[in-house]
């Protein structure tokens, strides 16, 4: 199935793209997802301390199980104000 | 559960924010109190000077947080409306990042309504910020929002005031 990957702040910079579309396999979880992005880019899984999922636009466990057309953020810290 | 108001205006916006448009419109006959945050472009940080910012959002999940933060005022201070505008993209230094006023029949709701909003905005929504500076840039440090420990057990709610 597909789901669609958002990098947002220093995370877009290092893809160089604000999202992408990735294939997982049917009962994979957001940290599934996020190993597959990371073994593309490995200087994105230093990251993953810091970073919190969102899953359709709400905050997500790194343990959510995916559904075929998910929207998944991975959130820097944010810093609006 | 309070929903945000339809007369609310919670908004991102690349254009200057119109502070003193929004301040009056929020206030009404019923209203005895507005209270007001503007948060600004200042010149420095950590010592060194800025020249100017970039903000950039997940435009949707944003809006979401932000009309949650309004529907929790709603539900907890008695409050008449609410704005909660952000900009985004290329700001100089002095201008309006985020305004958020919010009007009461009395001031101590409105001053502690107007400060949860912006207390709980900075650590919940989806927005960061890129400071300029004459030798570089950097991605400002942040918060990490609360999420979800596990999948398995239902979300906490946060705590209410």
């Given at each position: 199935m597909t789901v669609k990957v958002l990098y947002f702040g220093r995370l877009r910079e290092l893809c160089g793209s604000s999202e992408e579309s990735v294939e997982v396999r049917n009962g994979s979880r957001i940290e599934d997802l996020f190993a597959l992005c990371a073994a593309a880019r490995p200087e994105l899984g230093r990251f993953r301390p810091s970073l919190v999922a969102a899953r359709n636009c709400e905050f997500a466990a790194w343990d959510t199980a995916l559904s075929s057309g998910d929207e998944v953020g991975f959130l820097p810290p944010v810093s609006g104000g | 559960m309070s929903v945000s108001q339809p007369r609310d205006r919670i908004e991102l916006t690349?254009?200057?924010?119109p502070n003193a448009a929004i301040a009056r419109e929020v206030r009404a006959d019923e209203d005895g109190a507005v209270a007001t945050f503007d948060g600004c472009v200042r010149n420095h940080s950590h010592g060194r000077s800025t020249l100017y910012l970039e903000y950039e959002a997940y435009e949707s999940m944003a809006l979401g947080k932000m009309q949650e933060i309004a529907a929790h005022l709603h539900g907890n201070f008695v409050i008449n409306r609410v704005a909660i505008v952000h900009r985004l993209g290329r700001l100089e230094i002095g201008e309006t990042s985020v305004f958020i006023a919010v009007s009461a029949a009395h001031r101590a709701a409105a001053f502690d309504a107007c400060r949860y909003a912006i207390d709980t905005l900075k650590k919940t929504v989806p927005i960061w910020k890129k400071e300029f500076f004459a030798d570089g840039a950097v991605w400002a440090d942040g918060e990490i929002p609360p999420a979800p420990a596990t999948a398995e057990t239902p979300a906490a709610k946060p705590a209410s005031n």
């Open positions: - | 690349r254009e200057i924010i």
